[in-house]
């Protein structure tokens, strides 16, 4: 009887420590095919969002929830091949610059329809931007339309708009238009893939609020419904005519709160497709999940940031700070803090974006110590021998600034200490107010793949991302050269020479590429392709019958 | 008893005031800008921030703000989040779930914490009792978002008998696991002191008294001792109900229940000043309400309390 009752409490004891463990369940998941069976054209896919912080309007979709469910809604003019990022075309038969690339002509694909069965003409782009580009419509974002002519007038820097239409876009006929530019932008068609370029239908217009609730596009799938903070459905538009048909039936797009909370599902299947693996479950994600766990690269960097306005980087001479990026050891701190969750930085532009070079900073990327050292001797020592790295602490910041300090006072005896603000607003505030003491935590996700995305908007004296006071009038010149040239291939070449030009200056100290560290339920069929923006093609994602 | 009741509902008219002015204040001196935050690693053009905060009366004065605010709040318009979306919408979405998260957690803290208690209680210095000392001791020690994750991690995760997240929340079953979690502290305590007063109590003089008329042992310990043991039980659970809102924030954010904790730590997160007061007030209002009706029901458990 004894030993019965001893034997129990062993084996209950064993069912304990092999929960705590996470060896039970997981393993055969990682003998599913899935590449096997049909695929179901009607199939729900289902797939994690959190609340969308804004309308469904494309002008007011800048964080990422809201436009992964735009993205489904509505076809742009353009997209972008994934992995290349080489151009093509959606709603646009074509888009052709002048000789000068200062003005563009757009011609549509005839014949396509909203949702609602009106139909997408020229004036339906036309309308939209204007709409947007309006200051009293308060849309976040309504800069990207500053390059077009007479965007001053209805978005002007102080004060209300002085009249409704840009100047510079010209309705020609029902399936075209034209778009003026202040200056020449060889590369502006690739920015007309981002979400603010979608058009509206006639509708929107006399209820704006209504339609963020309820949005109507041209894209592959219509929406259906919204049960804000649970649920967002969209399904298969069958009128649709563009390249990129949906290969499902709809999305379910699924509230969570927590990572966490996500993972669990997916492990149940409960969903199909998670955002991000959370960190608790880092070590064992590719255990749990076997070869339905997902790392993927996408084209986005982060780096840290000398405040440039600050007493100690004012002058400083880049050799420092060339000497301080060569003190991180990328390689050691990507595979063991971050556990392989990012992949040491070369360049300051991400793969998968056009004109990103392998090794574009050569030996300044590289760890090693004994130079180092001597850099930062030579540029005359890092003001006060300390730095500080700010960075938000309501995200999972603290280990690698920790460990990135770390990795520069074992180098080169510079102190370093982690600046942590409460939220990502403070950090922001700081920013802004030029009131970061030293350095600061910078991150950037293509918006469009070329070059200039990860050096002309972040590091042009005037760029919106430029919040450390950088400026450099021979980097200004040559970008402006360089948006000028005769094609795209041109200008990703001069900004190749830009990024030289900046690896001689260092505004910043590029840190490592991200990556996509999530899993796909066992519903779906082959694996879930991704996008250059870490978020899944989602018309091109098939489940099993 | 009716001009008690009317003082107390008075009395709360102040306690609203201050309340919501505090919250009011606190949310505005919260570091980082909401609207600025919006705009994320690109800085936004200034005209563009000034016009939004216009919009929503941002670039008035605090307490401006404040009475413009509780001036709408008396019109029952709580105002607009920074997403356009009617703060009142936000709550009567949120509000019904973790009602009926709270009240099935109550009700398991009611039965099996009184239960155990009372069990305890009535052997008091026996086994069982040391034994409910110790499981409710262990429970108190565990911080609940621990306890959260475990019970979600063996009981969905691994074994799969449980959904691990809340799918629908008008399902009690998949409602169970949240509500026993969140349950789980104040089922302790509910149980210890239960325990404490029904040992007691058995040694009253009325317990002697009833025992000595040959009254029957379960109308003894049903109705004599249970109802005079179970004042300051009620008071307890009376206040609980605040905390558990309060709990709610990590018991809902574990199972991924769309209630009012959720909502008031989002809201928190991005500074949205509406949100926060809104859902505070209204559950200032609730605990507000609750403290009367357990004062109102010491009379009918206890006559002798008699409110002058």
Not at chain 1, 497 to 506: G, P, R, S, Y
Request: glycine share 8%.
């Amino acid at each position: 009887m004894r030993g019965a009752k001893s034997a129990k409490w062993v084996a209950i004891a064993a069912v304990v420590t092999m929960a705590a463990t996470a060896c039970g369940g997981g393993g055969d998941s990682a003998s599913d095919d899935m590449d096997k069976g049909k695929a179901d054209p009607n199939g729900i896919v289902t797939a994690q969002l959190s609340e969308p912080q804004n309308p469904l309007q494309p002008a007011n979709a800048k964080e990422s929830q809201g436009s992964r469910v735009l993205r489904t809604i509505f076809a742009g003019l353009v997209d972008y091949e994934p992995g290349t990022g080489k151009l093509e075309y959606v709603n646009a038969e074509s888009v052709t610059p002048n000789d000068d690339s200062s003005e563009w002509t757009v011609k549509l694909k005839p014949g396509w329809k909203f949702h609602d069965g009106t139909p997408v003409t020229a004036k339906s782009y036309v309308d939209s931007w204007n709409w947007s580009a309006n200051i009293a419509n308060n849309q976040t974002n309504s800069s990207w339309f500053a390059d077009i002519v007479g965007f001053d007038d209805v978005h002007p820097e102080k004060g209300k708009a002085k009249k409704d239409a840009m100047s510079g876009l010209k309705v020609v006929d029902d399936n075209t238009f034209t778009i003026k530019l202040t200056s020449p932008v060889s590369y502006f068609a690739y920015k007309l893939g981002y979400d603010v370029w979608a058009p509206l239908p006639e509708k929107f217009f006399s209820d704006p609020k209504g339609y963020g609730e309820k949005p109507v596009g041209n894209g592959p799938y219509k929406f259906e419904s919204w049960e804000h903070n649970k649920l967002i459905k969209v399904r298969k538009f069958a009128g649709y005519k563009g390249p990129n048909k949906a290969q499902n039936g709809g999305i379910d797009f699924k509230n969570y709160t927590t990572a966490d909370a996500a993972y669990s599902d997916l492990r149940s299947n409960n969903v199909d497709w998670i955002e991000q693996v959370p960190t608790t479950a880092l070590k064992t994600y590719k255990q749990d999940l076997g070869n339905r766990a997902i790392d993927q690269a996408y084209s986005a960097v982060q780096s840290i940031v000398p405040a440039f306005y600050s007493k100690s980087w004012k002058d400083v001479d880049p050799k420092v700070i060339q000497g301080l990026s060569q003190a991180i050891d990328r390689d050691t701190i990507t595979k063991t803090v971050l556990q392989g969750t990012r992949q040491p930085a070369d360049s300051y532009v991400a793969p998968g974006v056009l004109g990103y070079k392998k090794g574009a900073l050569g030996d300044i990327t590289k760890y090693d110590p004994a130079a180092a050292k001597k850099l930062i001797k030579e540029g005359g020592g890092v003001p006060g021998n300390k730095i500080q790295i700010q960075y938000n602490a309501d995200q999972d910041h603290k280990p690698w600034v920790d460990a990135v300090c770390n990795s520069i006072r074992q180098a080169t005896g510079v102190e370093c200490t982690g600046d942590p603000k409460p939220t990502f607003q403070a950090d922001l505030d700081a920013r802004d107010a030029h009131k970061v003491k030293s350095m600061y935590r910078g991150g950037w996700v293509l918006d469009y793949p070329v070059n200039s995305n990860f050096m002309r908007d972040l590091y042009g004296s005037k760029a919106a991302g430029n919040t450390s006071g950088y400026a450099n009038k021979e980097f200004d010149a040559l970008s402006t050269e360089a948006d000028k040239a005769s094609s795209v291939d041109e200008t990703v070449k001069k900004y190749q020479e830009a990024e030289q030009l900046l690896a001689k200056d260092m505004p910043a100290i590029p840190l490592w590429f991200y990556k996509v560290n999530s899993g796909q339920s066992t519903k779906i069929l082959g694996k879930i392709p991704y996008g250059q923006d870490g978020d899944p093609i989602f018309d091109q994602v098939k489940v099993k019958k | 008893m009716g001009r008690y009741a009317a003082r107390r509902l008075l009395q709360m008219i102040p306690i609203f005031i201050g309340t919501t002015l505090l919250i009011f204040l606190m949310v505005h001196i919260l570091p980082g800008d909401p609207v600025r935050a919006m705009y994320g690693d690109k800085a936004p053009d200034p005209a563009q921030i000034a016009a939004i905060k216009h919009a929503y009366g941002f670039d008035k004065p605090v307490l401006e703000q404040y009475v413009n605010y509780m001036w709408k709040l008396l019109q029952g318009d709580f105002g607009n989040n920074l997403a356009g979306r009617p703060v009142l919408d936000l709550m009567t979405d949120a509000f019904p779930v973790t009602l009926r998260l709270t009240l099935l957690a109550i009700i398991l803290e009611i039965i099996i914490g009184v239960s155990l208690g009372a069990w305890a209680g009535l052997k008091a210095g026996k086994a069982v009792d040391t034994g409910v000392l110790i499981f409710t001791l262990v429970v108190i020690s565990i911080p609940v978002f621990v306890l959260g994750f475990i019970a979600r991690f063996v009981f969905a995760d691994e074994l799969g008998w449980l959904p691990p997240n809340v799918q629908d929340s008008t399902n009690l079953g998949q409602l169970f696991l949240p509500a026993l979690v969140l349950a789980t502290l104040s089922m302790a305590y509910v149980a210890r002191l239960t325990r404490t007063t029904f040992a007691e109590n058995l040694r009253a003089d009325y317990m002697r008294t009833a025992l000595a008329k040959g009254l029957p042992r379960r109308r003894i310990v049903g109705v004599h001792l249970l109802r005079n043991s179970l004042i300051p039980v009620v008071t307890f659970i009376g206040t609980d109900i605040g905390g558990f809102i309060g709990g709610a924030v990590i018991t809902e954010g574990i199972f991924n229940i769309q209630g009012v904790g959720n909502l008031l730590y989002r809201a928190v997160q991005t500074s949205e000043g509406s949100t926060v007061t809104g859902v505070v007030t209204v559950i200032v209002l609730v605990i507000l309400v609750i403290n009367l009706l357990i004062d109102l029901l010491y009379a009918v458990l206890d006559p002798r309390i008699r409110y002058a």
